[in-house]
């Protein structure tokens, strides 16, 4: 029983997401841990708060809110991005 016990939890560490390095923290320490990145599209979510996607030449993305008092927070982050060029009209 013991041993059936220790295999079950015996299972391979999970890495860190990088996320978890940076949550949320004032908008110009946020800019300067995404060097390299560039934003790719940006909205008003409501009066008072600011969508962006950053994007590396990579494909990697993360999505950060800001705040008027300067906060910023990563919301989610991936790879694979690709721009969508609409159709012309």
Known sequence: MRLALLLCCA???????????????????????????SVSGSG???TETVLEVWT????????????PDGMACILAMGEAW??????PA
């Open 56 to 67: 590396r030449p990579s494909g990697d993305w993360t999505l950060v809110q800001s705040y």
């Open 11 to 37: 299972t391979p560490a999970l890495a860190e997401s990088p996320i978890a390095e940076v949550v949320c923290v004032q908008r110009e320490e946020l800019v300067r841990k995404l060097s390299g990145a």
């Open 82 to 87: 690709e721009a969508v060029v609409p159709p």
């Open 44 to 46: 008003l979510r409501d």
